[in-house]
């Protein structure tokens, strides 16, 4: 089959944020425009002879189309073999997991994740590396420079090929295969986590609630839960993944999934109450009563990594994002092992997971992952929370509260303003960096301010730099706010600004938390002026 040169000219903004290229359904689907992101990726990334590319997507409407696209791409561009999910499927931690054992040399994941989808929605396309996880920013930045420069993407004439039958197809030269999403994955979750204690724990009567958000979760907790673990039929529910979600946010927080949240503060709670986002990556944890932020989440989860058997013994750092908790640093401390903090997304995470130097991950927006694979992982984290209560036998409320009682609290919460004003949120944070060097001693309200910086990272394993990953303000006494532009939105900007405040063991332990919060919420208006740059006197989310 003869290769087809479409010609072709660039499209602005064809940049990669925090998590891939993101924009509304409708910018995707002008003539080329996934043509040329795609083609800009196979031109840059690095491929040994006879490659294979993994392929898959959350199932958003869009979905097939890219991915048919993408297959006849690969075909002319010198791929000797695709390994697509079927019905186009592969959440982002099964596809990071399918390039790792396959030996893939990367993968094109489609997804917008927790953005909602359909026709006037959203869609994306991210780029994995061989490790399994996302493209560092060299890579992305090659990709984008390729974006503004390409002349001609490259395809060869085949009709779509039948992505719902399992097996093996021609492409040209090319062999695609179409493998079950969900029973690597599986056998992956069954080889970490000690599933006899889990389902003995079910089978003595622990109940459980798993909202899969009508997106790609379903068939994997459906197989994982209902199946290998003996959890009754109906404990997942919104299993049918759906072009658009069921018309909802597929976002795992107390906005998006407050029907789950209802029902485990209600008295017919389950034991456990769990959610996950459009891809698969993001985790909600809520017991009976007691919801955890996913920073306490991945403190919880470090603290307790020895009772799951494939990660007895060899816990060798915890790394988290800069606006995630320090509650992750006490456990590192009180463990003797190394925290490291890193910039927002979870490509940051890549070095250190490969290098060793850390073995769990986890950023304040609901994702918690380790080196098993190289992308946060939803239902891991799910799985490793049942392990650790089947093992240990307590509930999520006694264990936060023992957890508190050892380590103290950082109280937490992260207000988001969305789809502000663009100018108005680059002013906002253009204000703060102007107030950087004055700011220490500066008194807001009941908080004096220790210290202020734009944080910037230095990679310890190759040395690379990202600056400008968000502006901190320290107080005395330990407590924080930071103030971060979003990389994933499609619409103005959005404005997150993250609050902390930590209690010692001694203090209060079970306040709430927005009054915990007052003094630090306070001081963000009265440093950042929010509501005079937004417009907006209250967040759209807080989580
Ligand atoms: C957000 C989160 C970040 C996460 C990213 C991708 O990015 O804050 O922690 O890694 O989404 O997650 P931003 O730039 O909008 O703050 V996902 O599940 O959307 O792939
Ligand atoms: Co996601």
């Not at 993407?153 to 030269?173: E, F, K, M």
């Not at 107080?475 to 609050?499: D, H, K, P």
Request: aromatic share 8%; net charge negative.
């Amino acid at each position: 089959t003869q290769v087809r040169t479409v010609p072709t000219t660039p499209f602005e903004g064809q940049k990669p944020g925090t998590s891939g290229l993101r924009k509304k359904v409708r910018v995707f689907q002008q003539s080329g425009y996934a043509e040329n992101f795609i083609q800009s990726v196979f031109d840059v990334v690095e491929r040994p002879e006879a490659p294979t590319l993994v392929l898959g997507g959350d199932g958003r409407f869009y979905n097939r189309t890219v991915i048919q696209q993408a297959i006849r791409m690969a075909a002319a561009n010198g791929y000797a073999r695709v390994l697509v999910g079927q019905g186009g499927i592969l959440s982002t931690p099964a596809a990071s997991n399918v390039i790792r054992k396959y030996k893939a040399s990367g993968g094109l994941i489609l997804s917008a994740s927790h953005n909602p989808g359909g026709p006037d929605e959203d869609f994306g396309i991210k780029y994995n590396i061989a490790n399994g996880g996302p493209a560092p920013e060299a890579v992305t930045e090659a990709i984008y420079a390729r974006t503004t420069a390409i002349d001609a993407w490259r395809t060869i004439d085949t009709p779509d090929i039948d992505l719902d039958t399992l097996g093996s197809v021609l492409v040209g030269t090319m062999t695609v295969e179409v493998i079950d999403p969900v029973a690597d994955y599986a056998d992956l979750m069954e080889e970490l986590f000690d599933f006899a204690a889990i389902r003995a724990v079910v089978a003595s009567g622990f109940t459980m609630r798993f909202d899969a958000m009508s997106a790609v979760t379903g068939p994997y907790a459906s197989a994982i839960l209902e199946g290998r673990l003996g959890f009754a039929e109906g404990t997942v529910v919104n299993g049918q993944p759906l072009e658009d979600f069921g018309g909802h946010h597929p976002d795992p927080n107390l906005i998006h999934a407050k029907d789950l949240y209802d029902l485990m503060m209600g008295p017919d709670a389950p034991d456990l109450g769990a959610a996950s986002d459009g891809d698969g990556d993001r985790n909600l944890i809520i017991g009976r009563g007691r919801f955890i932020t996913p920073s306490d989440s991945l403190a919880m989860l470090a603290a307790n990594i020895e009772c799951a058997p494939a990660y007895r013994g060899r816990l060798t750092g915890i790394a988290r994002s800069m606006p995630t908790s320090a509650a992750a640093d006490r456990v590192a401390q009180a463990l003797g092992v190394p925290c490291f903090e890193t910039p927002t997304g979870w490509k940051f995470f890549g070095n250190l997971l490969d290098a060793g130097m850390v073995t769990i991950c986890g950023e304040e927006s609901a994702g918690t992952g380790s080196d098993h694979v190289r992308e946060k992982d939803g239902l891991w984290a799910v799985l490793l929370w049942l392990n650790i209560l089947a093992v240990r036998g307590i509930s999520v409320d006694q264990l936060a509260k023992e957890h508190w009682a050892r380590f103290g609290r950082n109280y937490y919460a992260r207000h988001d303003y969305e789809a502000v004003n663009k100018e108005g949120a680059d002013a906002l944070m253009a204000g703060l960096v102007a107030q950087l060097p004055t700011l220490a001693g500066t008194v807001l309200g009941d908080l004096t301010v220790a210290a202020a910086d734009s944080f910037a990272y230095t990679d310890p394993v190759d040395g690379s730099v990202s600056a400008n990953q968000g502006i901190r303000v320290l107080f005395e006494g330990g407590s924080r706010v930071v103030f971060r532009l979003s990389g994933t939105g499609t619409a103005g900007a959005t404005l997150r600004v993250y609050l902390e405040n930590f209690v010692p063991p001694s203090g209060d332990l079970d306040a709430d938390t927005s009054a915990m919060l007052a003094a630090q919420i306070a001081a963000a208006e009265a440093v950042a002026g929010i509501a005079g740059h937004t417009g907006r006197t209250a967040p759209d989310v807080i989580t």
